[in-house]
């Protein structure tokens, strides 16, 4: 591949509410086995990309752990590797990373040293699987200075929190605004950047000088005029985790076997760390329709349209539905939870009931059984 791919990872979210309170978005569990950044780290790897750079911040202790070998994604190589960023305090700089193009300039000799010709810059809190072969081979046909991969969102939509562009016939992005009040596309930008990597050397510098951080709104909208940036489209899933909300409905999506079997069944694969736990085990009782159930898992109550993390304990006469339970909860006996999001390491008392009426409720007992 003739490229290295930076991954963006820093970034905090308060609309996330507790959930990124001990993680950040790109560590947040998803479809069962997964972190978030795995897709990612699977669509570079799978793309041949040899040279990958995640670039974290903020809450990134569990990232960093889960990033701690290189193995799961095959880039355990002598040439390449992946490599795990950190804002660094020198006498030259006492900053952390004050946007997306400043956490790229505060690493710009990661760019320098490389040979690779072309970078692909992508974030970590999204799901979704591409080729960036496919992506590179229309970058260099259209000769462009940056390509933007773009996906069509349906109709109805609120896409007030994306950058959202306008092409022509020709796929060169006529018209990008970053959140607009009100939207004149349904055509958004995925957050994934294809460009030349002295040339990203040049604009990063550039912003430095002028004391700008951001990365759209001080490179890409602010050379949009000036530069040919195209928009390549996917036609294939994308889901951002942002909110709550699109966290469960992601989520929630991998109940669909549509979706299941474009990530789980069809090629490439998607790779992640992987725990030597036990397969789930369903004890005389257990009741489990339209559910993912991860490893580890031991359940003796009902559990419908829910997807259960790793070494989650359902008890007796449990009843699950419509709800996310993280990473090693042990749920009581008699214990009713619907519509709800159940923090990781909680111990939920027998007999209780947890219900989001309105929207999707978090459950944080803040009694974990474990030091954190």
Same mark, same amino acid.
């Given at each position: ?105 505060? *690493?710009? %000799? $990661? +760019? ?16 979704? !699987? &591409? ?119 992601? *989520?929630? %999506? $991998? +109940? ?16 992640? !760390? &992987? ?98």
């Amino acid at each position: 591949m003739k490229a290295l791919g930076i991954i963006l990872a820093g970034g905090n979210n308060n609309k996330m509410q507790e959930l990124s309170n001990k993680r950040a978005i790109s560590a947040m569990p998803v479809g069962g086995s997964y972190r978030c950044i795995d897709f990612s780290l699977s669509n570079m790897s799978n793309s041949r990309i040899q040279r990958v750079a995640v670039l974290t911040q903020y809450n990134s202790r569990s990232l960093n752990e889960h990033l701690s070998s290189s193995k799961w994604w095959d880039f355990g190589r002598k040439q390449g590797g992946l490599y795990v960023f950190t804002p660094t305090l020198t006498a030259d700089n006492g900053f952390w990373y004050r946007g997306t193009a400043d956490a790229i300039y505060q *690493n710009i %000799d $990661f +760019l320098k040293r490389s040979h690779e010709p072309y970078v692909i810059i992508a974030g970590g809190d999204c799901v979704y !699987k &591409i080729d960036y072969n496919k992506v590179l081979d229309f970058h260099i046909e259209k000769k462009a200075d940056i390509t933007i991969v773009c996906k069509d969102m349906p109709v109805g939509t609120d896409v007030s929190r994306f950058g959202v562009v306008r092409m022509n016939e020709e796929s060169r992005i006529v018209e990008f605004e970053e959140k607009p009040m009100v939207a004149n596309s349904n055509t958004i930008s995925t957050g994934i950047y294809i460009l030349r990597r002295r040339q990203l050397i040049e604009m990063l510098e550039k912003c430095a000088e002028e004391e700008r951080f951001d990365f759209v709104n001080d490179i890409l909208i602010r050379y949009k005029n000036m530069k040919r940036i195209y928009g390549y489209k996917m036609d294939s899933y994308w889901s951002n985790i942002a909110t709550v909300d699109d966290y469960y409905r992601t *989520n929630m %999506d $991998f +109940l669909d076997p549509k979706v299941r079997s474009f990530f789980f069944k069809q090629e490439p694969a998607v790779y992640s !760390k &992987i725990d030597d736990l036990a397969p789930a085990k369903y004890n005389i009782g257990a009741d489990v329709h339209n559910s993912l159930v991860a490893s580890g898992c031991i359940v003796n109550g009902t559990v419908e349209n829910s997807v259960l993390f790793k070494q989650v304990f359902v008890g007796k006469n449990c009843v699950i539905k419509n709800s996310i339970i993280l990473n090693d909860v042990y749920i009581g006996d008699n214990t009713h939870i619907e519509n709800c999001i159940v923090e990781s390491h909680d111990t939920i008392h027998a007999n209780t009931y947890l219900s989001g009426e309105d929207s999707v409720k978090i459950v944080h007992e803040r009694n974990e059984r474990y030091i954190m």
